[in-house]
């Protein structure tokens, strides 16, 4: 159920708070929240593993580099087939 209320412009609407602001904007800042986290903690596990792995594993300098970017490629490539995904679907879903 809609409620007519007269708003002037956009920032009035803003400032009575008709939009809202609720349970599910609470829940929904807590998980991207954590999914930062997450992913700050993968890089940041990467600086302090690499060199003990080089030292385990007697890794010359060119296979240190490929270990330490392979994380970034990935990171990248899943969010072009993501977005590539998303857009075939919008495609897929207009015809």
């Known amino acids: 159920m809609f409620v007519s209320v007269k708003v002037d412009n956009y920032q009035t609407a803003l400032m009575n708070f008709l939009l ?3 349970r599910f904007h ?3 800042l807590l ?4 999914a930062l986290l997450g992913n700050t903690m993968q890089i940041l596990s990467v600086s302090l593993v ?5 030292c385990e594993f007697h890794l ?3 296979q240190h580099s490929w270990f330490s970017n392979i994380l970034f490629f990935g990171e990248h490539s899943s969010a072009l087939a993501s977005s590539q995904g998303i857009f ?3 495609y897929w879903v207009s015809k």
């Open 20 to 22: 809202g602001f609720g």
């Open 26 to 28: 609470y829940k929904l």
């Open 31 to 34: 998980l991207c929240g954590l």
């Open 50 to 54: 690499l060199p003990l792995a080089t």
């Open 60 to 62: 010359t300098e060119i």
């Open 88 to 90: 075939l679907m919008c």
